[in-house]
């Protein structure tokens, strides 16, 4: 049933500025290459794209985090406002630098990505629990292996004693965190092709390697596994049916936020009380419109594009 009293959607991923450059094809160990494009400077990391995804696409959103003072700080503070998200339990820094991410993107619109989070490794425990402990129950918090060391495991057990909607996106961190008891607490995952492989031991090769890594990530216990699979769509699993929905067909320039947007997508949907399958559908158009244009957080796009 669609709700009109929307449940709080809060981000707890890294706010990092994305110094992106275009290249024919990406450089092999020792080679330097030169490149006609000029280098990009854009508001990024996964907690800030899925934030913006979010409250673009109709969610009340929060953000939760540290955020520092120094010039690329404030502009990443200026772009959250901009986007109608809620900054103000992020905590301010005046110590650390902002997070900086360098992003390779080649002509299939492909990227690779290597990342300096900085100020976003200093959150503490006490950063996210002032919050989460006042949480109402479905409300949806979104986390990343981004989260240090034992906060992870805090985190997630803190949201599920207030009975909130989990979301875990496996990227960019250390997969031997995720043991099957902490994945039990888990209500969707959403990793690519890669993360499945780690994560499942299962090499996704075809729809059958897709269909066992599912049901592997079901016994852990995640209540709604879900694999990205590019242009391919998705591949998921809900009350015990595997639903593959297909990617839209679109030219794909860049690809650097497209599974953000389908999380905040996905989150913005189910928050205004929508089934999972019209939530993840929701995403899957998002994530479409997303790839169509370059950059992370500016290819984000809005409600009324997706809702067309």
């Not at 928050?271 to 957080?297: K, L, P, T, W």
Request: proline letters at 4%.
């Amino acid at each position: 049933m669609v709700s009109t009293t929307p449940k709080n959607i809060f981000c707890t991923g890294s706010i990092i500025m994305d110094i992106s450059v275009r290249c024919p094809q990406f450089p092999s160990v020792g080679e330097t290459m030169y490149t006609s494009f000029p280098y990009e400077l854009a508001p990024g990391g996964k907690g800030g794209n899925q934030a913006v995804a979010a409250a673009r696409l109709g969610g009340n959103v929060k953000i939760l985090g540290r955020l520092s003072t120094d010039d690329y700080g404030k502009e990443l503070e200026k772009t959250l406002l901009d986007s109608n998200v809620d900054i103000q339990y992020l905590t301010k820094d005046e110590k650390e630098k902002s997070g900086v991410a360098f992003v390779w993107v080649n002509e299939s619109g492909e990227n690779q990505i290597i990342c300096s989070p900085a100020v976003n490794t200093k959150c503490s425990f006490d950063d996210y629990a002032k919050v989460l402990h006042n949480i109402s129950p479905g409300d949806i918090v979104i986390i990343t292996l981004e989260l240090p060391g034992i906060l992870l495991e805090q985190i997630i057990k803190l949201v599920k004693e207030k009975e909130g909607f989990l979301i875990l996106d496996p990227s960019g961190g250390d997969y031997s965190r995720l043991s099957p008891d902490l994945m039990s607490y888990i209500d969707l995952v959403k990793p690519n092709e890669v993360e499945a492989e780690i994560l499942t031991g299962i090499k996704i090769t075809d729809i059958s390697s897709q269909e066992n890594a599912l049901e592997i990530l079901e016994k852990y216990g995640v209540s709604y596994p879900l694999i990205s699979l590019g242009e391919n769509g998705v591949i998921y699993k809900n009350n015990g049916k595997i639903i593959h929905l297909a990617g839209q067909r679109v030219n794909a320039l860049d690809t650097t936020a497209a599974g953000d947007t389908f999380i905040g997508a996905f989150a913005a949907k189910l928050s205004h009380g929508f089934s999972i399958d019209e939530s993840v559908q929701y995403g899957n158009i998002a994530a479409s419109i997303c790839v169509q244009r370059r950059g992370a957080q500016s290819s984000i796009p809005s409600a009324k594009e997706v809702d067309y």
